[in-house]
């Protein structure tokens, strides 16, 4: 992935803006530190810093067609560019080896219709002036909202439109900042918002009716996984010792041996280069010392054979971070920055050691109900309505938590849970197959689906001699929220620190001094203070959304997963 930064018909002199466009595009470089672009076109500007992943020796952006005439700016990744390349009607002049450059040439044959064929993560931004009269911008953002994208506009020359994958790019430009919305892609020539993803599964009214087929889940996780293995640089997987990420791990280890043993054919339909390249699959797992995550990490690395880093930090250091960790991920949500916390640190290690990519296990608690609170759902029915709400809201969350936390040092991660064909089958099987009891536990039906002992699981005979995916006790392991499995005491400090830093008196006065979205914690008024300490405007608060369970259910509003009585460690 990358950074983008946009203005489209600038209402000043655009030459004059040439170099704050620089300077602001360079506030997200950390996205991108591999190399920057910079285009020009009438009164449009078009910026990009570049994560190299794919098509690193000619991928620079941004991309422009033959005659130059259409602008392209990607943030993302596109799995299935090698199908789609082949679907072109007419014969396209390919200027480098980059996933992106196809959506350019679709475009030009389709129009906005592109955005739907499209399957990987993405933000873009591609700017058509074939018209020069008339020169049209098209952005779009893929269907979960994996990737981070805003648009801004001010108020006094709404004829302007500003984008940037990170909000602290228009923070100072622009009095109106909405967060792009997933799924969906913006014209100016009707000046609105189109949705373009329409899946049958996303009316949350619409009850699943579909029964679980365990084999066919777990053939659509398993291809989920495979066509993320694209990437020519070096890459791995976090691995928390959790049943999330223990899975994509291990299917990824599966998958990358076997591509790496097959003989290569240039008429695979996904792009393999990465297992070819780089066979030997690297985890990498972070917490405080003896935390529940490392000890389960380690026994997962083992069993897989991978080449295990396990990074430790101190609460101090925790601490220290918090204040980057709100810049970077531009919220003051309670979950996100208490779990954001430990990823942001590792994520700085992992770079550090040469990889630049990892795949990373978000989303299946939405998916799935895995989330402890989910036990107190009163019906089936909405049982299943939580989790589409769930998955709607995941850009406001663990995606932008994902995104943001790694790319704040130039490291990628990919998500295999949100898949959008993975997402068709799973988010359409009946909620009766996913409830969750004190006799069943939570995301039992992933579980099952990987279980080499459950009966209905449906293995071939060429499965079962691979042996089980992991060990028991992990497959079967109890749920725990990212930001508890790094060490209970990391959230119990958090809470303290808080307390010594926010007063009585102060907490009194919440509702005065932050009378949108009044934080009723000194944790949540921590971490709003800081906030706004960095994003003054009042532009910068539309976009933050809390996460909080659903205490209607009768859980507690505490979002820790300890804070529910299911937990064997609640508190």
């Given at each position: ?10 209402y000043?002199?655009?030459n004059e ?15 991108g530190?591999?190399?920057s672009?910079?285009v020009?076109a009438g009164n ?5 810093e570049?994560?190299a992943?794919v ?5 620079a ?6 005659d130059?005439?259409i602008i392209l700016t990607?943030?993302?990744e596109?799995?299935?560019h090698k199908q ?7 014969p396209?002049?390919f200027?480098t080896?980059?996933?992106?450059e196809?959506?350019l040439?679709?475009y ?6 592109v ?10 931004a591609?700017?058509?002036?074939r018209?020069?009269?008339q020169p049209?911008?098209?952005v779009?953002?893929?269907?979960i ?7 801004g506009r001010?108020?006094a020359?709404p004829e302007?439109?500003?984008?940037a994958s ?7 430009e622009c ?7 997933p799924?969906?892609f ?5 000046g609105k918002?189109?949705?373009y993803f329409?899946?049958n599964?996303w009316?949350?009214?619409r009850i699943a009716?579909?029964p679980?087929?365990?084999?066919v889940?777990?053939?659509?996780l398993v291809?989920?996984v ?27 280890v ?5 591509i ?9 339909d996904i ?11 690297h985890?990498?797992s972070v ?8 000890l389960?990490a380690?026994?997962v ?5 991978t080449?295990h880093?396990?990074?430790t ?6 601490l ?5 960790v709100?810049y970077?991920?531009e ?5 996100t920055i208490?779990?954001?916390t ?5 994520s700085?290690?992992i770079?550090a050691t040469g990889v630049k ?13 895995g ?10 029915d ?5 989790t589409v709400?769930r998955v709607?809201?995941?850009h406001?969350?663990d995606?932008?938590?994902?995104n943001k936390?790694t790319?704040?040092w130039g490291?990628e991660?990919?998500?295999p849970f949100?898949?959008?064909e993975f997402?068709q ?5 009946r ?8 006799d ?6 992933i ?13 071939t005979a ?17 749920k725990?929220q990212f930001?508890?499995?790094?060490g ?6 958090l809470?303290?620190w ?16 932050f009378?949108h979205?009044?934080?009723?914690t000194?944790e ?5 203070e800081?906030?706004?300490q960095r994003?003054p405007?009042p532009?910068?608060l539309?976009?933050v959304?809390?996460?909080v369970?659903?205490?209607d ?9 300890r804070?529910q009585?299911?937990h064997?460690q609640?508190?």
């Amino acid at each position: 992935m990358c950074g983008i930064f946009g203005v489209y018909n600038y209402y000043g002199d655009v030459n004059e803006f040439r170099q704050r466009a620089l300077d602001l595009s360079k506030r997200v470089r950390h996205r991108g530190p591999d190399w920057s672009g910079c285009v020009v076109a009438g009164n449009s500007i078009m910026c990009h810093e570049r994560l190299a992943i794919v098509g690193i020796d000619t991928g620079a952006q941004p991309l422009t067609d033959a005659d130059e005439k259409i602008i392209l700016t990607v943030n993302g990744e596109i799995y299935n560019h090698k199908q789609l390349e082949q679907q072109l009607q007419k014969p396209a002049q390919f200027k480098t080896h980059s996933d992106c450059e196809v959506i350019l040439h679709m475009y030009k044959e389709i129009g906005t219709d592109v955005c739907a064929k499209l399957d990987g993560m993405f933000s873009w931004a591609l700017l058509d002036t074939r018209d020069a009269s008339q020169p049209r911008l098209v952005v779009a953002r893929d269907p979960i909202g994996i990737t981070t994208l805003y648009i801004g506009r001010v108020s006094a020359h709404p004829e302007t439109v500003f984008f940037a994958s990170e909000l602290k790019s228009l923070n100072e430009e622009c009095d109106v900042i909405e967060e792009f919305p997933p799924g969906h892609f913006f014209d100016s020539q009707t000046g609105k918002f189109t949705r373009y993803f329409q899946p049958n599964w996303w009316d949350a009214s619409r009850i699943a009716t579909t029964p679980v087929d365990y084999r066919v889940l777990r053939e659509a996780l398993v291809a989920a996984v495979r066509k993320r293995l694209m990437a020519e640089v070096p890459y791995g997987v976090l691995l928390s010792g959790g049943l999330d990420s223990s899975l994509i791990s291990s299917i990824a280890v599966r998958e990358a041996a076997r591509i790496s043993a097959a003989a290569h054919s240039d008429a695979e339909d996904i792009d393999t280069r990465g297992a070819r390249y780089y066979p030997r699959m690297h985890s990498f797992s972070v917490g405080l010392p003896g935390a529940p995550d490392l000890l389960a990490a380690r026994k997962v690395a083992k069993f897989l054979k991978t080449a295990h880093h396990e990074f430790t930090y101190t609460i101090q250091e925790g601490l220290d971070a918090v204040a980057d960790v709100i810049y970077h991920l531009e919220t003051y949500d309670v979950t996100t920055i208490r779990a954001s916390t430990p990823m942001y640190l590792m994520s700085r290690k992992i770079k550090a050691t040469g990889v630049k990519m990892v795949l990373s296990g978000e989303g299946s608690d939405e998916v799935f109900g895995g989330y402890l609170y989910f036990h107190y759902a009163p019906t089936a029915d909405e049982f299943h309505q939580e989790t589409v709400k769930r998955v709607h809201n995941l850009h406001t969350s663990d995606c932008l938590r994902a995104n943001k936390s790694t790319m704040a040092w130039g490291l990628e991660a990919r998500v295999p849970f949100l898949d959008k064909e993975f997402l068709q089958v799973a988010m359409n099987v009946r909620a009766e197959d996913k409830l969750c009891s004190k006799d069943v536990m939570e995301k039992a039906i992933i579980r099952r689906a990987f279980d080499v002992d459950f009966a209905d699981a449906g293995f071939t005979a060429e499965e079962l001699k691979q042996g089980p995916y992991l060990p028991r006790d992990v497959l079967w392991r109890q749920k725990e929220q990212f930001s508890d499995g790094v060490g209970y005491s990391w959230i119990d400090s958090l809470k303290d620190w808080a307390a010594s830093r926010v007063s009585d008196e102060s907490m009194a006065q919440a509702k005065q001094r932050f009378p949108h979205d009044t934080p009723d914690t000194k944790e949540a008024y921590l971490y709003r203070e800081i906030f706004e300490q960095r994003f003054p405007q009042p532009a910068c608060l539309q976009s933050v959304v809390r996460w909080v369970p659903r205490t209607d259910w009768g859980c507690s509003a505490d979002p820790s997963g300890r804070a529910q009585k299911i937990h064997e460690q609640a508190y």
